[in-house]
């Protein structure tokens, strides 16, 4: 895997948006790309839908304890 993520992707995202199969795909996408979930999801109500968030790390080579 390389050092870096792809397309000048940081390595540190936070992913957000409305809890629907678009939030899941983008973060299955991210998933799929080498990113690793770093944390619990969160979620809250904003009065008209669920809102969540989920962050991601990308992975680095010799990473001790995160």
Known sequence: ?????????????????KDDAAFCQRVSDALSL??????????????DHVVVAQAILWPMKDEGVR
């Not at 895997?1 to 948006?17: E, V």
């Not at 990113?35 to 109500?45: D, H, L, Q, V, W």
């Open 34 to 47: 080498g990113y690793e979930p770093y944390g619990s999801p969160a979620a809250t109500f904003n009065g």
């Open 1 to 17: 895997m390389p050092d870096l993520p792809p397309n000048d992707l940081p390595r540190y995202r936070l992913l957000t948006g």
